[in-house]
C-alpha cells in the first residue's frame, strides 16, 4: 500500500473466529450500513469451492482460476485451510487509501500476514459463540459430517480460551441485530478522529 499517508486511510476491520459464529451473517447485517458518515464496506472472498457449498457469501473459482488471479496480484491477502484457497481482493487497498471503512471474514491463523501488510489500519475483533449454539449452526449449514462438526467445536473451545483476552470481543449467541449493533459500536470506537468527527 503506497498512497496517501497511512493516517489518511481508512480502517480495516479483521472478524476472526470459529465455523459456526456467525461472521458472514454479520458482515452480511453491516452491508452498506454507515458509521459516523462512513459507509461500510464488505471485502470480496474468493474461495475455491462451488457457490452452492451453503451458507457462506463468497465469489467462487476453480484453482486454476485462483493461482492465475494470485499471479497477476489480484489478492490482497491469501491463505490455505481446510484443504481450499481463499483469497481477499486486492481492491481492498485501493478502498483503504481512499478513506474507507472495510469488513471482512478473516482467518485467525493467517493474523500475522494481515498485520504486517495493514499494521495500524488493521483492527482484529473475534466473534466468539458457546458450543452448544455453534454445533446447532453447524449442523443447520449442513456441511460437515458428525465428527467433524465435534472437531471443529472443540478448537473453537480451546482457541476461545486463548485469544478471548487478546483481542476486541463479540459473544455472538443472542439475536443477530444485538451482535451487529455491538460490532458497529466497535467500529464506532475504532476510527480515526478524521473519519469519527464526521457525524450522519
Given at each position: 500500500?503506497?498512497?496517501?499517508?497511512?493516517?489518511?486511510?481508512?480502517?480495516?476491520?479483521?472478524?476472526?473466529?470459529?465455523?459456526?459464529?456467525?461472521?458472514?451473517?454479520?458482515?452480511?447485517?453491516?452491508?452498506?450500513?454507515?458509521?459516523?458518515?462512513?459507509r461500510l464496506r464488505t471485502a470480496p472472498r474468493?474461495?475455491?469451492?462451488?457457490?452452492?457449498?451453503?451458507?457462506?457469501?463468497?465469489?467462487?473459482?476453480?484453482?486454476?482460476?485462483?493461482?492465475?488471479?494470485?499471479?497477476?496480484?489480484?489478492?490482497?491477502?491469501?491463505?490455505?485451510?481446510?484443504?481450499?484457497?481463499?483469497?481477499?481482493?486486492?481492491?481492498?487497498?485501493?478502498?483503504?487509501?481512499?478513506?474507507?471503512?472495510?469488513?471482512?471474514?478473516?482467518?485467525?491463523?493467517?493474523?500475522?500476514?494481515?498485520?504486517?501488510?495493514?499494521?495500524?489500519?488493521?483492527?482484529?475483533?473475534?466473534?466468539?459463540?458457546?458450543?452448544?449454539?455453534?454445533?446447532?449452526?453447524?449442523?443447520?449449514?449442513?456441511?460437515?459430517?458428525?465428527?467433524?462438526?465435534?472437531?471443529?467445536?472443540?478448537?473453537?473451545?480451546?482457541?476461545?480460551?486463548?485469544?478471548?483476552?487478546?483481542?476486541?470481543?463479540?459473544?455472538?449467541?443472542?439475536?443477530?441485530?444485538?451482535?451487529?449493533?455491538q460490532l458497529l459500536a466497535i467500529i464506532r470506537?475504532?476510527?480515526?478522529?478524521?473519519?469519527?468527527?464526521?457525524?450522519?
Amino acid at each position: 500500500m503506497t498512497t496517501g499517508t497511512r493516517q489518511d486511510r481508512g480502517r480495516l476491520f479483521y472478524l476472526m473466529g470459529p465455523s459456526g459464529a456467525g461472521k458472514d451473517s454479520l458482515l452480511d447485517a453491516c452491508r452498506n450500513q454507515r458509521v459516523s458518515g462512513q459507509r461500510l464496506r464488505t471485502a470480496p472472498r474468493y474461495i475455491t469451492r462451488h457457490e452452492g457449498a451453503g451458507g457462506e457469501d463468497h465469489i467462487a473459482v476453480t484453482p486454476g482460476d485462483f493461482h492465475q488471479q494470485l499471479e497477476h496480484g489480484r489478492f490482497a491477502l491469501h491463505w490455505l485451510a481446510n484443504g481450499r484457497h481463499y483469497g481477499i481482493g486486492i481492491e481492498v487497498d485501493r478502498w483503504l487509501a481512499a478513506g474507507d471503512v472495510v469488513l471482512m471474514n478473516g482467518s485467525r491463523a493467517h493474523l500475522e500476514q494481515a498485520l504486517g501488510r495493514y499494521r495500524e489500519l488493521l483492527v482484529p475483533v473475534l466473534i466468539c459463540v458457546d458450543p452448544e449454539k455453534q454445533r446447532q449452526r453447524l449442523v443447520d449449514r449442513g456441511r460437515e459430517t458428525a465428527a467433524e462438526i465435534e472437531a471443529r467445536v472443540e478448537r473453537a473451545r480451546r482457541l476461545q480460551s486463548e485469544l478471548e483476552s487478546r483481542f476486541v470481543t463479540i459473544h455472538n449467541n443472542g439475536t443477530l441485530s444485538g451482535a451487529t449493533e455491538q460490532l458497529l459500536a466497535i467500529i464506532r470506537d475504532h476510527l480515526p478522529e478524521r473519519l469519527s468527527r464526521h457525524q450522519n
